[in-house]
């Protein structure tokens, strides 16, 4: 019998950021992101959550070494996003709206090149400790 | 490729309750529920999380809106529980254990109602700290 | 230099009650006390920390024992509010109303007397995660 | 004996920053404050702890209505603050580094002119899990 | 329609251990493991949640008793794990490296032996708020 | 008026230890320590919170730089005790039982050597969730 493990790493960033479709008029954006929309930004302590599910090796006792994962989630997320406005300083974001489905979306497919091929990946993200996504679901 | 996301939402109610069978005895009902089962009640805060699974919206980024959940959860949970005696005072346990089990069962009921019905539900709530459960599982 | 140590331990209790002043009528306690006067009570995961504080000994390293503070925290509150109405089931609020500034200072007084009293005490108390009372301040 | 005891109401507020001071040229901005110096500003999830220390009422067992701190919290901080800039969108700090001993500061401020006279005030800031600040200390 | 139910239990055990495979020299056991192999080990408090799946029984509204599962987790896992040296005072990780993999399946073999055999279990395994595994995933 | 400002900066520790009075036979050992006296060390993830209390400084708006405090808090008890056995790997506690009241008293000695002496410095140590002290008192 083999069942897959998962492995979790957690991490911070602190970034600005503001809800907005360039589509729409300021009166349909304030309407549709509320204070969310807010011109000069507002900003948030987001918590990540990276999952990795996969066999564990026996000789190491691991799915993958967290060293490794703190690693890649550092290179691929926190020193890009940490202390940054995503909507200006972000590449990632300067073409899609930056609600926490579409941050937790990107980090999944950036992480996820880091990724042995044959392990799943899934991704949680705290915008507050009230509202959060997952992606996958 | 079109995976899912979930957004999950938490909220609080402080409400009093007991674990109680009316087709059993005193002497079973304080054998099968202890301390649970106390005359005059206990009470815990309780917390919520709704999750909610869908595709998200190109235009707005979201699965849902937070604030529309934030309100369904008001309107179908916490104004109707919240300082409360479940037992006595929500007809949804008048006729019904309010087990934490059977308490996310109707939640879910509650707000599916609510939700556009091509999104999944789930509820996870906590009794304390240490008691959780979640529907569906 | 003999500088004093603190030392804290954390305690859970579940409880119902309700708030209300015997010499007030109906109206009044209603409009003071808003939904926590609800007439069926309703209920908490109280969280307790007690706090004390006195000299090291050196030959333990310890302020008191914690398991010593435990068994008091125990017989003290724990055995007496746990899965209890604070209103119908405890002596210590048949004539006292049980806000949680007053279950602290209760809760101050049963456990100084089994403390030595070259030791200081307080007790923060978590009604709910948002609001905590301490006493002494 | 008339010990004093203290109440702790809980909020939050979700805002953008940066730390800057005008005086100082771009390099020594950079010096001191570092990645909290970003031109376009980053943001948390500041959590606040607002304690008031008095004496008991005892006709109504509160040190003072938390329902009243809430809302005077709401008025004097989070209606001000949450969702906004505070370097561009907050008079508090049109002239003022937003640092979180400054911010708290200027909340006890705000609060104590709400607060009857005779009691302690005390403001906790948490702008990240990791730091704190507390005013007065 | 009769969707399953999870129940969560949670639980504490404090523990010192280290990451070593004797099939490997000195060298190559400290180039994987890093700290985590330091000779004269090191220690976490882990936190357990053990979530059992099954269907509610209409009798109790239990999928099963809380009490039952915590007895269970204390005579499988925190009897004989809390305050002990992993590598040195548990049988379980005699020939076994004890990583928090390793730790979560041996724990989701010695708890379903006492479960009821419809129903599924899922170990999670917090070795510190950052560091999570999950089994099977 | 002047008053006083505290900043609070967290961090963690993982490590063994075991408790033990070299003057005392191991039946008083046991007596006295319990399961903490485990002859092969258990493990804690020590939680540490430093307080340093000071005027602020009018061009920064900081009390010191948190960042400063992190190196301090890094170099006098993190890179000394993370994943070390206090008892054996630590020159701390080679002659000093490592009860958490004592482990506090020497990080407060360690960092007040690197904090200007006009500040106040305070020292809070979790051992568990439940177990906490804090020196000065």
Redo the contacts between chains.
């Keep these: 019998m083999s ?10 960033f ?4 503001r ?1 907005n ?1 360039p ?1 729409w008029d300021k009166a349909k954006n304030k309407a ?1 992101f ?3 929309n ?1 011109d ?6 987001y918590v990540l ?1 990276v ?1 990795v ?1 996969g066999e ?1 090796d026996p ?5 993958m ?3 490794e994962l703190k690693d890649i989630i550092k290179n691929e997320v926190t020193d890009k996003y ?4 995503l909507n ?2 972000v590449d990632d974001f300067k073409n ?7 941050i ?2 990107v980090i999944y497919e950036n992480i996820s090149r880091q990724i042995t091929s044959s392990n ?1 990946l899934n991704i949680r993200l705290y915008e ?10």
Tied chains: 1, 2, 3, 4, 5, 6.
Excluded: Q, S, W
Aim: charged share 25%.
């Design positions: 069942f897959k493990t998962a492995i979790i790493r957690k991490a911070h602190n970034a600005a950021h809800l479709n589509n549709v509320g204070k969310c807010n000069n930004f507002h900003g948030h302590n959550e999952k599910v564990v000789e190491t006792g691991y799915v070494d967290m060293k940490d202390h940054k406005n200006l300083d899609l709206n930056p609600t926490a489905e579409n937790a979306r799943d507050t400790e009230r509202n959060i996504v997952e992606y996958p679901a």
